[in-house]
């Protein structure tokens, strides 16, 4: 199947710092979402992108959809306490013939 | 607006029983997929109904299963419970499924563990 190359796998960064993570492909996606998941908790769509190049703020989250439809990225600002958690990537094929292709993902530790 | 209802939350079952999840999702959405969780895989597309029609399936064996009915309420069964199938699944609503640009929104998941 289809894979997501997610990175960083962890990071532990100091409250107030940026936060940067991203996801490439050797396939062509047509549409990227980005999820929070908390412990014991479903996944909790972030952000969505659907064209090649576009930028999506949601508050202090940012993502792109890559130009070449192969990658994401998402930033977080100001990192806040809150914002701990695990973050994956999601690809969707264009046809979406197997779903939703998730990333490994990426566990935020902010460090007081 | 209510949103995705995965019942029950957690549940323990024995090596060979069957189990059956049960998933609402929000009102008027028609497309249902469901996901494994675990640890060493991560998130695994299971399969997604659309109007009561499976129309994707996933890499899984036939002892995972499903069903879609017509107010899109949605079931998933799992026959012959291995301890493998131990995981947190996932069920994800949408309005018209995965040939359009629908976002997925999840529910809380059902916490299968198999002794």
């Known amino acids: 199947g289809q894979q997501l190359n997610q990175s960083p796998q962890s990071m532990f960064i100091q409250e107030g710092e940026d936060v940067s993570m991203n996801c490439t492909s050797s396939?062509?996606?047509?549409?990227w979402l980005w999820y929070k998941q908390d412990p014991g908790e479903g996944p909790v769509l972030l952000i969505a992108?659907?064209?090649?190049?576009e930028l999506t703020s949601n508050g202090r989250l940012t993502a792109q959809f890559g130009i070449t439809r192969k990658d994401s990225f998402l930033n977080i600002s100001a990192s806040i306490p809150s914002d701990v958690g695990i973050y994956f990537c999601?690809?969707?094929?264009?046809?979406?013939?197997?779903?939703?292709?998730f990333g490994k993902g990426t566990h935020l530790i902010i460090q007081p | 607006k209510a949103g995705v209802t995965q019942t029950p939350r957690y549940l323990i079952k024995t090596r060979g029983q069957q189990v059956t999840l049960s998933c609402s999702p929000i009102s008027g959405h028609r497309s249902v997929s469901w996901y494994q969780q675990t640890p060493g895989q991560g998130l695994q597309f299971l399969f997604e109904?659309?109007?009561?029609?499976?129309?994707n399936k996933g890499n899984f064996p036939g002892r995972f299963s499903g069903r879609q009915f017509s107010n899109s309420r949605s079931e998933m069964n799992v026959s012959t419970l291995e301890l493998g199938d131990s995981a947190l699944y996932l069920c994800?609503?949408?309005?018209?499924?995965?040939?359009?640009?629908?976002?997925?929104?999840f529910g809380q998941g059902t916490r299968l563990t198999v002794v």
């Open positions: 994800a609503s949408s309005f018209n499924g995965p040939y359009t640009n629908t976002e997925a929104f």
């Open positions: 999601a690809g969707q094929l264009l046809g979406g013939a197997d779903g939703l292709t």
């Open positions: 396939s062509i996606f047509n549409t």
């Open positions: 992108l659907y064209k090649a190049g």
């Open positions: 109904y659309f109007s009561e029609t499976q129309r």
